[in-house]
């Protein structure tokens, strides 16, 4: 049923989800990007559902507890200590060894307006739990989305970064201007390639 109204809400909308060139794995960080409106969310949820992928997504700690919590749980949100960033990577990496299934968003961005770096917590938690990083997006110029390469950290930044730059290379966000550099700081100034800008 749930499939059924999330195609209907994206034909509804004019999106459509292109096939991926390989499954999504049970166990991996997503990226979402472009990330540039509050619509890229939903819209990443209907195309998940659609595709038959199960999406977890990260929540303040406070929008667990209470009478809300087993529904913010079962719509796959992880609850995370935003007071602790330091312990963050660890405590979501734990929580990929106790899962069988964990499929996490990450608005690799970190924001909704234009960024000169992604934030590399993305990175740190794949590396950490061993799992792959999946680029997910939409893409508002041809009104598709969907999920791309699944890129397993090697220990070689800059190369797996390549990947996703590629990938990312060609894709619009909603809001046009606001998706900026695909990079992290990590990888010091070596990288000069421009998002949509």
Same mark, same amino acid.
């Given at each position: 049923?749930?499939?059924?109204?999330?195609?209907?809400?994206?034909?509804?909308?004019?999106?459509? /989800?292109?096939?991926?060139?390989?499954?999504?794995?049970?166990?991996?960080?997503?990226?979402?990007?472009?990330?540039?409106?509050?619509?890229?969310?939903?819209?990443?949820?209907?195309?998940?559902?659609?595709?038959?992928?199960?999406?977890?997504?990260?929540?303040?700690?406070?929008?667990?507890?209470? +009478?809300?919590? +087993?529904?913010?749980?079962?719509?796959?949100?992880?609850? /995370?200590?935003?007071?602790? +960033? *330091? *312990?963050?990577?660890?405590? $979501?990496?734990?929580?990929?060894?106790?899962?069988?299934? $964990?499929? $996490?968003?990450?608005?690799?961005?970190?924001?909704?307006?234009?960024?000169?770096?992604?934030?590399?917590?993305?990175?740190?938690?794949?590396?950490?739990?061993?799992?792959?990083?999946?680029?997910?997006? &939409?893409?508002?110029?041809?009104?598709?989305? *969907?999920? *791309?390469?699944? &890129?397993?950290?090697?220990?070689?930044?800059?190369?797996?970064?390549? /990947?996703?730059?590629?990938?990312?290379?060609?894709? #619009?966000?909603?809001?046009?201007?606001?998706?900026?550099? /695909?990079?992290?700081?990590?990888?010091?100034?070596?990288?000069?390639?421009?998002?949509? #800008?």
């Amino acid at each position: 049923m749930t499939r059924i109204l999330a195609k209907l809400w994206l034909a509804l909308w004019r999106w459509r /989800v292109v096939p991926g060139p390989e499954p999504v794995p049970d166990r991996c960080v997503m990226i979402a990007a472009p990330h540039t409106s509050n619509w890229d969310f939903p819209i990443t949820l209907a195309m998940a559902a659609v595709s038959g992928v199960r999406i977890n997504w990260l929540g303040k700690r406070e929008m667990f507890a209470g +009478p809300f919590a +087993p529904i913010m749980r079962a719509l796959g949100g992880v609850p /995370v200590d935003r007071s602790a +960033p *330091g *312990g963050l990577v660890e405590s $979501l990496a734990k929580q990929f060894a106790d899962r069988d299934h $964990l499929v $996490l968003v990450v608005p690799a961005e970190g924001t909704r307006s234009i960024t000169e770096y992604w934030k590399s917590g993305f990175y740190r938690i794949a590396e950490a739990a061993d799992v792959p990083i999946v680029c997910a997006f &939409v893409d508002m110029q041809t009104r598709t989305g *969907g999920f *791309g390469p699944v &890129v397993r950290p090697s220990g070689d930044l800059s190369a797996d970064m390549d /990947v996703m730059r590629e990938f990312y290379a060609d894709k #619009t966000g909603i809001k046009p201007g606001r998706f900026g550099p /695909v990079r992290l700081r990590e990888e010091g100034d070596s990288t000069d390639v421009e998002g949509d #800008t």
